[in-house]
């Protein structure tokens, strides 16, 4: 099934006592193009993100949101400034002694005295982020996806009515190419008649003209390979790959085999249909840029 690159995709969770959201936007590109916007000290899971996307997308400018709420009281560790406490019951001793007076002091006072003791975090477990993380980007991913497939199939329908009306156009050509070579020996006859009046015309040279005049308009070869790049295309529509980059070469092929036609046309009923088929082969082109 093809996919459009264009898609979007949210899903939020709770999960190793964090409230998760991730949201993914994308946009054309010619490749994978990737940005992450995430809250300060994840950074980490910018790389990581990159990578598990890029196992399943291959071409698409991809935005990805992530916030990260704690859900719970984060695990914090109350440090003891050991040094400074000692430094503080120096601090007391000496006052006692030099002044006389008596050293009362009691762990109550000491814990009030500024910066002995700290609130600090527990250091965060990356991995056990990532797998909460991953777990929500993949739901996330899930939809993306869908959304991705259901453009597709949009695009595949189109694409492929617009292969059918290549196709009647091409057919008609192929049908009035001989009709132009046969009105071509006619009008050469009735000018040479009318220059030669009386005089026989040599059946021969008639012949040698009408063959050449033949030869030089003849598009058999390049409505057969029109014909060909056109199966090409409908296999690359049911196809479960990316196949972006290979229609659009083979649209490419495709427009040269027109122009080709289109220069040889020497009847304005062909001309037009040339330019019918060369619209047609310019708005694939165009969907095409939104396949993956």
């Not at 002694?97 to 500024?114: C, M, Q, T, Y």
């Not at 050449?212 to 196809?239: G, N, P, Y």
Request: net charge negative; hydrophobic share 40%; with cysteine.
């Amino acid at each position: 099934m093809i996919r459009s690159m264009t898609g979007y995709g949210r899903c939020q969770d709770t999960a190793a006592g964090m409230n998760i959201t991730v949201e993914l936007k994308s946009v054309n590109n010619r490749y994978f193009d990737f940005s992450s916007r995430l809250p300060r000290n994840y950074g980490f899971l910018d790389e990581k993100l990159k990578s598990y996307f890029m196992k399943t997308l291959s071409r698409g400018k991809l935005e990805c949101s992530v916030t990260i709420e704690m859900a719970e009281e984060p695990d914090v560790i109350v440090a003891v400034n050991s040094p400074l406490v000692q430094s503080y019951l120096k601090a007391y001793e000496e006052i006692s002694e030099k002044f006389g007076l008596e050293n009362d002091i009691k762990v109550s006072d000491i814990v009030r005295a500024p910066d002995v003791l700290a609130l600090r975090k527990q250091p965060e477990d990356e991995e056990k982020i990532w797998s909460a993380v991953e777990s929500v980007a993949s739901r996330a991913l899930e939809k993306f996806i869908l959304m991705r497939e259901a453009e597709g199939e949009r695009l595949r329908a189109d694409v492929l009515s617009r292969l059918d009306t290549i196709l009647e156009n091409v057919a008609f050509v192929e049908e009035r190419s001989p009709q132009t070579v046969k009105e071509y020996n006619e009008k050469l006859l009735s000018r040479l008649r009318e220059l030669l009046e009386d005089t026989s015309i040599e059946e021969q040279r008639l012949l040698t003209e009408a063959a050449i005049f033949a030869d030089k308009i003849a598009v058999a070869e390049e409505t057969v390979r029109l014909r060909s790049h056109i199966e090409q295309m409908r296999l690359f529509l049911d196809a479960d790959e990316a196949i972006g980059k290979k229609m659009d070469f083979l649209v490419q092929e495709m427009n040269r085999e027109a122009n080709t036609i289109g220069s040889k046309a020497n009847d304005t009923q062909i001309a037009s249909k040339v330019v019918d088929i060369k619209a047609e082969i310019e708005k694939i082109r165009e969907q095409i840029q939104n396949i993956e």
